[in-house]
T-cell receptor, first 114, second 113 residues
Framework: ETGVTQTPRHLVMGMTNKKSLKCEQHLGHNAMYWYKQSAKKPLELMFVYNFKEQTENNSVPSRFSPECPNSSHLFLHLHTLQPEDSALYLC?????????????FGPGTRLTVT | KNQVEQSPQSLIILEGKNCTLQCNYTVSPFSNLRWYKQDTGRGPVSLTIMTFSENTKSNGRYTATLDADTKQSSLHITASQLSDSASYICVVRPNNAGNMLTFGGGTRLMVKP
């Protein structure tokens, strides 16, 4: 285990539902990330938080809303999603956001939008 | 546009054999290049990380090489095991990229008994 946990591991939701993904890191890191991994596509960075402040929003649609209440917890609130949003959503953390800092990934949440 | 391309897309080898995965990138200049292993249904786990000035880095049976002149990296797996079956992802961090990493599409390796 890498010290980054994600819940739930699997989620099926309709397009009108509202759900949230949770990520928690136990590594004492200051930065946390949300990535989207679609089938046969490279990982796409969605959001970055450093010391609880959002430092990156990679042109993500507003139906995805991140929340970072502290350096150990990160949420991704979902509402009115589309079927093309079905993917593996990965959370990662690192000590810092620059240079050589290693990112440690959680196991991901497999999201299916019906 | 920065790109990281990996080949082959998929590979099947017999247990005990060696294999080499390729990564070509156009990112320049870059800070470091990483190889990750991603088991099915799990998040990526770092195998190696090399700065632009390093040529090779080993982690057990995994050896990564880097040629900054030709913008190529390779990951060599020695004496493959069934547990090596996974996707292997090449990731490049450009200079002055802030938080952005450029990910390759991965090579899916299957090791058969």
């Amino acid at each position: 285990e890498t010290g980054v946990t994600q819940t739930p591991r699997h989620l099926v939701m309709g397009m009108t539902n509202k759900k949230s993904l949770k990520c928690e890191q136990h590594l004492g890191h200051n930065a946390m990330y949300w990535y989207k991994q679609s089938a046969k596509k490279p990982l796409e960075l969605m959001f970055v938080y450093n010391f609880k402040e959002q430092t990156e929003n990679n042109s993500v649609p507003s139906r995805f809303s991140p929340e970072c209440p502290n350096s150990s917890h990160l949420f991704l609130h979902l509402h009115t999603l589309q079927p093309e949003d079905s993917a593996l959503y990965l959370c990662a953390s690192s000590y810092g956001t620059g240079g050589i800092y290693e990112q440690y990934f959680g196991p991901g949440t497999r999201l299916t939008v019906t | 546009k920065n790109q990281v391309e990996q080949s082959p897309q998929s590979l099947i080898i017999l247990e005990g054999k060696n294999c080499t995965l390729q990564c070509n990138y156009t990112v320049s200049p870059f800070s470091n290049l990483r190889w990750y292993k991603q088991d099915t249904g799990r998040g990526p786990v770092s195998l190696t990380i090399m700065t632009f000035s390093e040529n090779t880095k080993s982690n057990g049976r995994y050896t990564a090489t880097l040629d900054a002149d030709t913008k190529q990296s390779s990951l060599h797996i020695t004496a493959s095991q069934l547990s090596d079956s996974a996707s292997y992802i090449c990731v490049v961090r450009p200079n002055n990229a802030g938080n952005m990493l450029t990910f390759g599409g991965g090579t899916r390796l299957m090791v058969k008994p």
